[in-house]
């Protein structure tokens, strides 16, 4: 048994320990492959004696490609009297991000990065505070008197600045935007997060495996079963679980219907952004009887309860009948506003992020797909065959339309998509809950209705979580917005905001 | 223009005593007061009903009001007078225009002195002090409020001026109770082009000057797109109050005067309290038609991209110059 189990390839793809001075070369090379850096993570794995002094740091870098799917893991040992990585920044945007986090929270500086910038912590935060060494300690008090965040200040005749948020007039997550704006025009836009920090990943670090589940479904409310399935997955992937087709089809239907519900209130609540109330009520309408329909199927109108490593309950599966109804609505729906010329007006050429802006960002899910790249993990990394083929949905304007279409289409797919899932399950109890006692590193990665989500843990051998490091779709696709709006009007802000609509929750975690 | 004074000259002595006529202006106040807010409040019934909604009571304005009345007014730091004199001056300037304008009866006091530009102005002076109250904190969604405020008011409000215009040249009087004496006179001219035409013109100055979809979203609470809402986001309680008020007479005598300029029956002329009475209702009808037409136009349409909005208001704008040509030439 121990014999076969070693001489299977390891699923996530390959792993390897890399010199920090090879560290560049190598990354560069899968990324000029075509390879997007999807995860970088910090660990901090510390000492027997207990005393840390910065000893024991480590990063991985995840490399992901597909199709067909491919997964490459890099590994650095830092230097323990000088944490540092060479930064990848020149190489990859998002790199820069993840160097950020990690020099925020795990004090280990990037070498070369041309904007090192605080990320996620606050003004308030002490600075050589590290909340994710394992020597961090409870939290100090917070400052008071620190310096404020440096916003790029544009100068110029007649540029003023319009700061909004981070406590808005609507009932929407905390987020402070500071537009410099000519007339009605936006110059600039700097999107400044973070307000929302949970410590989430240090919450997982200790937790028996099956026990991350809760945490996961509470990433980001609206996402509950996408980031829940992202973790089953990359625990799975550790602990070498087999899971059975039917559990893994279960999961995709009960992912899919995340993504119809929120799709759904989404291309409501671009109508109620442009004043169009009608469109907005029969999407709440709408979204009300899908939450409804997803409390019969798991127990709960938020997914959540159903996923947990190895096993996948649903206590019914949606009926043809149903799934009609709801395509035909939102087919109403979708007419109803585009044939509304003003609608219309409104959502083309607003706040447009090219092909070439997306990609050299890393935008992903729906906000990369409006503009022409095909990226959906659903392709490139499924997780099970699911026995259909799976076509992305695409637009190229780039602008609110192609977003608001992309949504439109991926809906009525995803609805055709659940009723061919619901023909092929034979079992809606599938699975085994029985982890083994064993370790070990294992990545999940799935398709949420915002973008692809990746999960990398770490399992000790006495089955507890090391680490569990998330990567929401919105924590790198963010900076594309602020790319979009250069010469949108002020008052299509909230439109193209919402357009996007990332999370808050799942970016700051 | 001297037949003009002649009309009103009639006019005057066919109307009863002073009192009277001051009676019914204060009557005409009250009535634009309290049925402003009802006026706002049925329109948001009817688009309600028309999402499939419940929507809150009519009422619901009347009783936002008196919980405001009830809350301090809290202006903000750095405020100087302006903000404080702001909601006052919207206030009385839609109270004179309402008791100046020929709403429920077409003698009321001063009738001589309710002319076109005097009516139009008092309601471009509420205008711009909300306009002055909003750049007065220093915030910059005050300022981007009064600013597109500003914007869309440089061009509804010579819309207006020039729309009823074109029923002054029709009646040979700037006289607004003059127009509407003529206009019962003579029902023939209801028909016209030019009246057509300027009713048209008007609508859109009502959406315009009023907020509603498609200039602005009354509805709405996301601050950047706001145009009204983010004008008055610094006042709060008695004052807020006062401005809310101040909109919703507006929006009543707008709509009360374009209805008795073009649909005039009803308007009581020759005094006697029953006629008054009747004249209320009427008008309670004709303005409460014109604002469900009106939600119910917002519920089909969305909210125009600000740039466009001015087109919108230069076409109002030309269909008014075009009323006024079409009714010179044919003289």
């Known amino acids: 048994m121990t014999l076969h189990e070693q001489a299977a390839p390891i699923p996530a793809g390959t792993s390897e320990l890399v010199a920090t001075g090879d560290l560049q070369a190598r990354a560069a090379a899968l990324l000029g492959a075509g390879f997007r850096l999807a995860l970088v993570a910090g660990h901090d794995d510390g000492h027997d004696d207990g005393h840390d002094d910065g000893h024991g740091l ?37 790199a820069s991000r993840f160097e950020r986090e990690l020099a925020d929270l795990f004090g280990i500086e990037p070498v070369g990065h041309p904007f090192l910038r605080p990320l996620v912590r606050h003004q308030h935060w002490p600075r050589d505070w590290h909340p994710m060494r394992r020597d961090a300690g409870p939290a100090p008090p917070m400052r008071s008197d620190a310096e404020p965040f440096p916003f790029v200040a544009v100068e110029g005749p007649g540029v003023y600045e319009i700061p909004v948020g981070p406590v808005h007039a609507g009932l929407i997550e905390p987020g402070h935007f500071r537009f410099s704006v000519v007339g009605e025009t936006i110059l600039k836009m700097k999107a400044r997060l973070w307000f929302v920090h949970r410590g989430i990943e240090q919450l997982f ?22 980031h829940t399935l992202a973790y089953c997955l990359a625990v799975e992937d550790a602990l070498r679980v087999e899971v059975p087709h039917d559990a893994q089809l279960l999961r995709a239907l009960v992912v899919e219907l995340e993504r119809i519900t929120n799709h759904v209130a989404d291309l409501g609540a671009l109508c109620n952004d442009v004043g169009f109330g009608v469109a907005h009520a029969r999407a709440l309408t709408l979204r009300e009887r899908l939450l409804r329909l997803a409390g019969e199927i798991t127990g709960h109108r938020l997914l ?54 997306a990609e050299a960002i890393g935008a992903l899910g729906v906000v990369a797909r409006a503009s022409g790249l095909v990226v959906d993990a659903r392709v490139a990394h499924p997780f099970a065959d699911v026995g259909t083929d799976l076509v992305p949905v695409v637009e190229e304007s780039g602008d609110v339309l192609a977003r608001f279409s992309v949504r439109a289409r991926e809906v009525a797919a995803s609805l055709r998509l659940v009723a061919e899932l619901a023909g092929q399950v034979r079992s809606l109890d599938a699975g085994a809950s029985d982890l083994p006692r064993r370790g070990g590193a294992g990545l999940g990665i799935v398709e949420a209705w915002r973008g692809t989500i990746v999960d990398r843990v770490e399992v000790e051998a006495d089955g507890r979580l090391a680490r569990c490091k998330v990567v929401d779709p919105s924590f790198l696709t963010w900076p594309a917005l602020s790319v979009a709006l250069a010469d949108t009007i002020v008052p299509d802000f909230p439109l193209a905001n919402k357009s996007f609509n990332l999370s808050y929750a799942g970016n700051d975690l | 223009m001297t037949a003009t004074f002649a009309d009103v000259a009639t006019l005057s002595a066919a109307s009863p005593g ?28 009817v688009r309600a009903r028309a999402e499939g909604r419940i929507g809150p009571p009519i009422t619901q304005g009347l009783w936002d009001l008196r919980k405001l009345l009830r809350k301090e007014a809290i202006r903000a730091e750095h405020t100087s007078a302006v903000a404080a004199l702001a909601p006052l001056v919207l206030v009385a300037s839609a109270a004179l225009a309402a008791a100046v304008t020929p709403l429920v009866t077409t003698g009321p006091v001063v009738a001589g002195g309710a002319d076109v530009f005097v009516v139009v102005y008092l309601l471009l002076m509420g205008s711009v002090a909300l306009a002055l109250g909003g750049l007065d904190a220093g915030t910059a969604f005050g300022g981007m409020g009064s600013s597109r405020a500003m914007t869309i008011g440089a061009i509804s409000e010579p819309a207006l001026l020039v729309g009823i215009l074109a029923l002054a040249v029709q009646a040979h009087t700037s006289n607004l109770p003059g127009i509407v004496a003529a206009s019962l006179a003579h029902p023939g001219w209801l028909a016209s082009p030019q009246r057509l035409l300027a009713l048209a013109a008007l609508v859109v100055v009502v959406i315009a000057e009023t907020g509603r979809i498609p200039v602005d979203n009354p509805s709405t609470h996301l601050e950047l797109t706001m145009i009204h809402e983010a004008m008055i986001l610094e006042y709060a309680g008695s004052d807020l109050a ?90």
């Open chain 2, 18 to 45: 002073l009192w009277a006529r001051a009676g019914a202006s204060v009557l005409q106040v009250a009535a634009v007061a309290a049925g402003g807010p009802l006026l706002l409040g049925l329109m948001g019934k």
């Open chain 1, 304 to 357: 959540r309860g159903t996923m947990r490593p190895g096993a996948t309950t649903l206590r019914r599966l949606p009926t043809e009948a149903e799934l009609a109804d709801v395509a035909a609505l939102v087919e109403d729906l979708v007419g109803l506003a585009t044939s509304n010329t003003v609608v219309m007006d409104r959502f083309k050429g607003t706040a447009v992020l090219s092909r070439d802006d």
């Open chain 2, 242 to 331: 006062l401005v809310t008020v101040g909109e919703a007479m507006r929006l009543g005598l707008l709509l009360g005067l374009v209805a008795n300029l073009f649909f005039p029956w009803g308007v009581e002329g020759s005094g006697g309290g029953l006629a008054i009475l009747i004249g209320l209702v009427v008008l309670g009808a004709k303005t409460a038609t014109l604002a469900a037409l009106i939600a119910l136009v917002e519920v089909s349409t969305a909210k125009l991209r600000l740039f466009r909005v001015p087109e919108l208001l230069a076409g109002g704008f030309v269909l008014a110059v075009v009323a006024v040509t079409t009714g010179l030439v044919a003289r």
């Open chain 1, 205 to 226: 670090e200790g937790r028996p495996a099956a026990d991350g589940v809760v945490l996961a479904e509470r990433i980001s409310g609206d996402t509950a079963a996408a």
């Open chain 1, 58 to 94: 480590r990063v991985v870098y995840v490399f992901c490609a597909g199709p067909p799917d491919r997964r490459v893991e890099l590994q650095v040992r830092l230097d323990p009297d000088r944490p540092a990585v060479p930064s990848l920044a020149a190489w990859s945007f998002p």
